[in-house]
């Protein structure tokens, strides 16, 4: 009994020992330098590159896309319930994705996010998800995405985009979205 107290009361002086007391660091420096560096950035770069347009266009580079710009235009994959196959009706998202990929943004990796609804055990969506992404990565490698650019993660059932408790909500759940990484 007086070993678990000994023990305790060391361990307890420990934890708050290890707390710091060191004061933080606070800028004390001028904010008329800090303001003339922000003003000669501002000047270096031209007003209409640094613009950009609700599509994610900039003035100078109009006909370039942003990387938000092109997963704006990219749609998610919806599978049916318990299935990891590529419906018919979701092959011209495919199709069309793949087209943004080979062109657009040709530059980026693509992460392809495998989601699930709420039924099935974490362990099972988990797989599940992965299952979606995959079989969206084996068509995407078929028609001609170089497998180096692609990625692959499952979030299972915890990255909802919908959480009414509707078969039109979990429908909306169990898909394969797109996104772009540099």
Do not use: H
């Amino acid at each position: 009994m007086k070993s678990i107290f000994l023990s305790s009361a060391l361990i307890a002086l420990l934890a708050l020992s290890g707390c710091s007391t060191k004061e933080p660091a606070i800028d004390t420096t001028d904010d008329s330098a800090k303001m003339a560096a922000t003003d000669t950035l501002t000047e270096t770069i031209p007003e209409d590159v640094m613009t950009v347009d609700a599509d994610g266009f900039s003035g100078a580079d109009s006909n370039e896309m942003t990387m938000s710009g092109i997963e704006r235009k990219m749609q998610s994959v919806t599978f049916d319930f318990d299935r990891f196959e590529i419906r018919p009706d979701m092959q011209e998202n495919v199709e069309g994705n793949i087209k943004l990929v080979n062109s657009d943004a040709q530059d980026y990796t693509i992460k392809l996010e495998g989601n699930c609804d709420e039924w099935g055990s974490d362990e099972y969506n988990y797989a599940l998800g992965l299952k979606r992404a995959n079989s969206v990565k084996t068509e995407m490698i078929q028609s001609g995405v170089d497998a180096g650019r692609i990625t692959m993660v499952s979030y299972g059932e915890s990255n909802p985009v919908c959480t009414d408790k509707t078969d039109a909500c979990w429908s909306e759940n169990r898909r394969v979205d797109f996104k772009l990484l540099p």
